[in-house]
């Protein structure tokens, strides 16, 4: 019995070992995975809040460098002010590029709002969102342009405002297509497209014209114009800014940061724009002058 019992023991004791080691390698196996998830949630959630913190900071500079260029604005430093609002719109483009390439903070309601517009389609909105699209499209804004440019040589005799308009709304657009490439961010699903388009989605090409064209226009409309005036025409003008970019994000072929930086980078260009009518105009430009005699007038 004696021997039985020694026996049990002998097999009960490896037995109770290897259960032993078995739970330990478990739990060591369990800690290891849970501290690797812990380490991989906490990592990417510092490297979230970097990104974040790396576009808030973005937003402050682009926003300070426009502030700074209201200032000297209303100190008559027109050059200045042309400088530091051109840095802070290129700059806020850049950010919002950033922040798409890493799929950063500032994309996160692109999603939502993309969902918003898809829910409240309806058939009458759909065919306005087609007619606008279509009407603030770069061949059609090209075209506006190249009419309203000859209108403006035709009846004023003026070539500076026409040439300057033409200059500044090719240049946003070339601008776009620059960045559109640079960044390459892939279009909406197609499957909330109400028309498909394949190319690169930022920025928005149509926000961009559209922007470039109608805010020239306001500011060549409101030369020698009062206040009140201006700031009506601007306001038309970033009305129908607002229209092509809600249609083009209702249509689901852009998210909400395309249409942002499209007329960002429009904003950019116009600032030039704006700059090179002011110079026109001191220098008494806005006479009959010969194309070939622009570049003469216009002087940083």
């Known amino acids: 019995m004696t021997q039985v019992q020694q026996t049990h023991s002998g097999t009960d004791e490896p037995l109770s070992a290897v259960l032993q080691e078995l739970l330990y390698t478990l739990i060591g ?14 990592a990417e959630a510092l490297t979230e809040a970097a990104t974040a913190d790396v576009e808030i900071a973005g937003l402050v500079i682009a926003v300070g460098l426009l502030a700074a260029g209201i200032m000297l604005r209303i100190r008559s430093d027109h050059a200045g002010a042309t400088i530091l609002g051109t840095l802070g719109f290129a700059f806020a483009v850049v950010v919002l590029a950033v922040a798409v390439h890493t799929n950063g903070w500032l994309t996160k309601a692109d999603a939502p709002v993309a ?21 603030g499209g770069p061949a059609e804004t090209a075209a506006l342009g190249l009419v309203v440019a000859v209108l403006i040589v035709w009846r004023t005799k003026r070539y500076g405002p026409a040439l300057v308009m033409l200059a500044t709304v090719a240049s946003a657009s070339m601008l776009c297509t620059i960045v559109k490439l640079v960044v390459g961010r892939e279009r909406p699903p197609q499957s909330i497209q109400l028309m498909l388009e394949t190319d690169f989605s930022f920025p928005s090409g149509h926000v961009t014209g559209t922007a470039a064209l109608s805010l020239m226009l306001a500011l060549l409309a409101g030369i020698h114009r009062s206040r009140g005036v201006r700031a009506l025409l601007l306001g038309i003008a970033l009305a129908v800014t607002v229209a092509v970019a809600c249609t083009r994000m209702y249509l689901g072929v852009h998210w909400l940061t395309d249409v942002l930086a499209g007329a960002l980078l429009a904003a950019c260009a116009v600032t030039l724009g704006s700059y090179a009518l002011h110079r026109l105009d001191s220098a008494g430009a806005f006479d009959a002058t010969p194309p070939r005699l622009l570049m003469n007038r216009i002087s940083l």
């Open 115 to 135: 969902a918003w517009f898809v829910d409240h389609r309806t058939h009458a909105l759909d065919d306005l969102a087609l007619a606008v699209t279509t009407a």
């Open 29 to 42: 196996v369990l800690l290891s995975s849970s501290m690797s998830a812990v380490h991989a949630t906490a």
